[in-house]
């Protein structure tokens, strides 16, 4: 199935096209070559922004200005959720964004967005690099007509904040989650009814109990949107998204276009931002999560082992059931779950052995 099968309606069609021709040919003059690359996030926006500026600004500098790129916030070219239609199309060389944005777009694309008890931030780079995953993503972005890149990762989310308590798995019944993705799919067989909100309106609905929950990003940019005012209880572990990759997406052709060294300077500055914007969200993080303890009087709550090992369950039945929508979707599944197979011993012994070293009580330090 290919990219142009996805333009939903003749009024969408519309707007990408106003902005296709608006902006679709990029400034070539003196060997010089001028992009524009718009985010899905609003200009500033703690965390998400610094990739994209991070991206824009290295490419320009380290290219000695041969190749320049402008960027532009969430709907100055194009509505957000259009991004990548308008890149597809030519209208923008480079789009910044999440891939759970997507997923409609491309079955397999679902594999992309964070999967519930799936491969944590580290094992998801490792399987870009070194497991294949760089090359099949390439396969399935190739599908809707674009070039992919790692561009940030959010790490490990909550599970999210709520206004009522959750004891057993009976008490996701009946409540209205704003949740997206492969996990909205498990909350729904719990009994749970997924809403998808933009973040922006998450806090009056979680206020107005318009929804009983929500999933946000983390920390440092719930305590920035004011949920631990309008939200009791936020609960861990991560389970939804145990992996949050940001993707950049470059239109095929202009891609292609480009000499090979232009393209290694893309590649790096995007290795570069993946790097940056993973440090950053786990350094602001930390400390958001301190201080919604020590000043907001925030008490982080942890689902039992019981519900944990039920909602594990039926994520699993979930994701075999994503795989089998098509040839390209089981592809993915099965590279995946290959490389995770192969990577949880090794991340166990390691990783999980050492933090739970840490935590024993010993004195340490000053």
Partial sequence: MKR?????????VGVVGAAASAFATPAISQNRIEWKMQTTWRENSPLLWTGPKLVADYVSKMSGGRLTIKLYAAGEIAPPLQVMDVVADGGLEMGHGYPPYWAGKLPAMQFFTPLPFGITTQEQNAWFLYGGGQEIADKVYGELGVKFLPSGNTSVQSAGWFNKEINSIEDYQGMKIRSGGLGSKVLAKVGATPVQMPLGEVPQALQTNSIDGADFVGPFNDMAFGLHKVAKYCYWPGWMEP???LDCFINKAAWDGLSDDLKAIVEAANAMANNVVLSEFVAKNAQAYQTL??????????????????????????????????????????????????????????????????NLDFPYGG
């Fill in 4 to 12: 142009r099968d996805f333009i939903k309606t003749a009024s969408t």
């Fill in 293 to 358: 303890q020590t000043e907001h009087g925030v008490k982080m709550q942890f689902l039992n082992d019981e519900t944990l090992a039920v909602l594990g369950k039926i994520a699993g039945e979930v994701i075999v059931e994503a795989s089998e929508a098509d040839a390209l979707s089981k592809e993915v599944y099965d590279s995946l779950m290959s490389f995770r197979k192969l990577v949880m011993p090794y991340t166990n012994t390691s990783e999980l052995a050492f933090l739970n070293a840490r």
């Fill in 243 to 245: 992996c949050g990759v």
